[in-house]
């Protein structure tokens, strides 16, 4: 290695590591650390980046800082510029935590064309945990990343927030995009989707909104639910849909119900989505709260003792998402005041967090986790229909929001498909009653009760 080069190594260590402080360990993993420094000369730092999607990020966020920071650095230097440089012919030893090649110049970037919204560096199957409550969910993704041809259609992938819908979408763009970067991938979300069809509505052209989506190979929506309800855009999405079918197009959607549950969409949409495969994905264990937390502390490359680890998947059980967060307070706590991460500092970090953990259980909770008991529909805690079947799973439901939150009897009869406090309250006598004459009956609630406050 020459001195000059060398030199700038050095230099590069410094400034990098000064805007990690600065920006946060997340951020340095997603845009800093895929950098390669090619070049200083005449003052001017050319870094490449792998796609194009970094260099208009980094342009947009952190070229000036850079730029900056190493002017101080080295008083020669007075711009900092980044370009492309495709991850195949780039340095190779900075790989694992990167985005998976993207061919930019090719034209596949992080957007998807016009349309499309751009994919989130991080959200690659590498850095996709797998275990029992979405191992489904990952092989079915996997398998429409990987495949030749469509291998059902289309893929339906539900679950609450913050599981990881969105991370196994963005996995399987980037999947296909780097294998073909000719093929046309798009993603966007559901309430995008509605925006521009309604935009061109107004606009009196949504002849070149469907051309939009003549040319896509894969087109990906996430948070269908949004559209659910709205008329003329499930119309619209309902013939982009079939025509994209049927030329043989793969499709993936997203959405927090089923395709059943989703209230207010059509009949033949819902039949329609039904046809292909519905994979869900399961709330968190125990197990997998672990694994998420130690495969992000190792990327974060910090030394957590398991204790913590442990205490947090215990601790914070809402989703994967809080999970992250509460991960990346306690880690950028310690970094600011150059303290070990202990298990009394994260209880002190996150005391608001594990609170609200504490006392957290929420209707829709429990409604899903009754239908499932007694294997009914979750649309049925809202329906009209009064069969014992459905009626009596409800009455337990309501039976236990009463018990284990906080919500007025009139709050949780608008949960329950808009129904009276006075049916609630009958409700809550009912199970009461059927509680002391029925041992049988009695253990299902209780059970109920000791899962749901688990
Ligand atoms: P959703 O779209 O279902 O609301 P996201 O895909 O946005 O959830 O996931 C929320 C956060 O949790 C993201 O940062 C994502 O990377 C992370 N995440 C979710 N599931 C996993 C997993 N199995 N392994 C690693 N990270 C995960
Ligand atoms: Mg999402």
Request: aromatic share 8%; net charge neutral; hydrophobic share 40%.
């Amino acid at each position: 290695m020459s001195k000059e080069t060398e030199r700038v190594d050095e230099q590069w260590e410094r400034v990098s590591n000064h805007l990690r402080a600065e920006i946060g360990e997340a951020a340095y993993q997603s845009w800093l650390k895929p950098m390669t420094v090619r070049e200083v000369r005449d003052g001017r730092v050319r870094i490449s980046v792998p796609t194009r999607f970094m260099r208009d990020w980094v342009a947009a966020h952190y070229v000036e800082r850079l730029g900056a920071i190493w002017g101080d650095e080295d008083p020669d230097v007075h711009a900092v510029e980044v370009f492309v440089q495709p991850e195949r012919s780039a340095a190779r030893e900075k790989t694992e935590t990167r985005a998976p090649a993207v061919k930019s110049e090719a034209g596949g970037n992080g957007y998807g064309g016009e349309i499309g919204a751009p994919l989130d560096p991080r959200f690659v199957f590498d850095q996709f945990v797998v275990g029992k409550p979405n191992e489904f969910a990952y092989a079915a993704s996997r398998r429409v990343a990987e495949a030749d041809t469509v291998p059902f259609n289309p893929l339906f992938l539900y679950g609450g927030v913050g599981l990881g819908k969105t991370h196994l979408m963005h996995a399987i763009a980037w999947h296909i995009r780097s294998r073909d970067p000719a093929r046309n991938v798009v993603y966007l979300s559901a309430e995008k989707f509605m925006y521009c069809f309604i935009r061109a509505l107004r606009e009196h052209n949504t002849v070149d909104f469907k051309d939009q989506f003549r040319s896509v190979d894969v087109l990906m929506i996430d948070d269908v639910q949004f559209i659910s309800g709205k008329d003329s855009t499930q119309e619209e999405f309902f013939h982009t849909f079939n025509a994209l079918v049927d030329q043989g197009r793969q499709i993936v959607i997203s959405s927090d119900k089923s395709p059943s549950d989703l209230e207010g969409m059509e009949e033949r949409l819902i039949s329609r989505l039904n046809c292909g495969l519905v994979a869900d994905i399961h709330s968190t264990t125990y197990e997998l709260r672990l694994g998420i937390l130690q495969s992000k502390a190792e990327r974060l490359g910090v030394q957590i003792p398991g204790k913590v680890l442990e205490f947090l998947a215990h601790k914070i059980t809402a989703n994967v998402r809080e999970l992250e967060g509460a991960l990346n307070r306690v880690v950028a706590h310690a970094q600011l005041v150059g303290r070990e991460i202990s298990l009394e500092a994260t209880q002190d970090v996150l005391h608001d967090l594990l609170r609200a953990n504490d006392r957290r259980i929420t209707i829709d909770e429990i409604q899903k986790s009754v239908a499932a008991h007694f294997n009914i529909r979750i649309s049925d805690m809202h329906s009209a229909r009064r069969a014992r079947s459905v009626a009596r799973p409800r009455q337990v439901a309501m039976y236990l929001a009463k018990q284990l939150t906080t919500r007025s009897l009139p709050e949780i009869g608008r949960k329950f498909g808009g129904r009276d406090h006075t049916t609630v309250m009958h409700a809550v006598r009912k199970v009461d009653e059927l509680r002391e004459h029925d041992s049988g009956f009695a253990e299902d609630v209780e059970l109920l009760r000791r899962m749901l406050e688990g």
